[in-house]
T-cell receptor
């Protein structure tokens, strides 16, 4: 079974530029998560999708971050404009979703490492 | 607001030693607690999950305990090996169902020396 795929793996941009990350979850997983992990910290949930609807985006800085999950499969996370403090690893995870046995177990992708100069 | 703290931040031990990683959380209203492993450049892998009604879970050389009332969990690694070198993260799931948010600690980076 293929895991969660993310691209690109690394990205270097200058502040005020825009950047987009892509995630392809495990086939059949209804729930998709984007996390931000700053160096030396644990992951922080940015946004959670159930199919193509947003369940929780309370910690997403909506003035500069946006995310979508069209057709309830792949997802993109965008930052525009980027700030120095956005330097972090952006992790995508997916799970079967509520109603399934073990549906809360999250499977993580390798992450995209972003450096903002 | 839930806060999860892990101590120590880093740990270096010789191969073969038994060790304990600590995790504490401020709000005992959790659904479950998970321990994850994170290798450099890779995502997180779930190691153990303890439901709020359970006291411990075991998998191979790993044993995790949970004391919900005191807001503490420990991950015990027996007979450590160089392959155990990684960052270990604990996370609590908020609320009363399996749809709650995961709140992570900052992790303990473990180095096991041959």
């Amino acid at each position: 079974e293929a895991g969660v795929a993310q691209s690109p793996r690394y990205k270097i941009i200058e502040k005020r530029q825009s950047v987009a990350f892509w995630c392809n979850p495990i086939s059949g997983h209804a729930t998709l998560y984007w996390y931000q992990q700053i160096l030396g910290q644990g992951p922080k949930l940015l946004i959670q999708f159930q199919n193509n609807g947003v369940v929780d985006d309370s910690q997403l800085p909506k003035d500069r971050f946006s995310a979508e999950r069209l057709k309830g499969v792949d997802s993109t996370l965008k930052i525009q404009p980027a700030k120095l403090e956005d330097s972090a690893v952006y992790l995508c995870a997916s799970s079967l979703g509520p109603g399934s046995w073990g549906g809360e177990t999250q499977y993580f992708g390798p992450g995209t490492r972003l450096l903002v100069l | 607001k839930q806060e999860v703290t892990q101590i120590p931040a880093a740990l270096s031990v010789p191969e073969g030693e038994n060790l304990v990683l600590n995790c504490s959380f401020t709000d005992s209203a959790i659904y479950n607690l998970q321990w994850f492993r994170q290798d450099p450049g890779k995502g997180l892998t779930s190691l153990l999950l303890i439901q709020s009604s359970q006291r411990e879970q075991t998998s191979g050389r790993l044993n995790a305990s949970l004391d919900k009332s005191s807001g503490r969990s420990t991950l015990y690694i027996a007979a450590s090996q160089p392959g155990d070198s990684a960052t270990y993260l604990c996370a609590v799931r908020q609320g009363s169902s399996n749809t709650g948010k995961l709140i992570f600690g900052q992790g303990t980076t473990l180095q096991v020396k041959p």
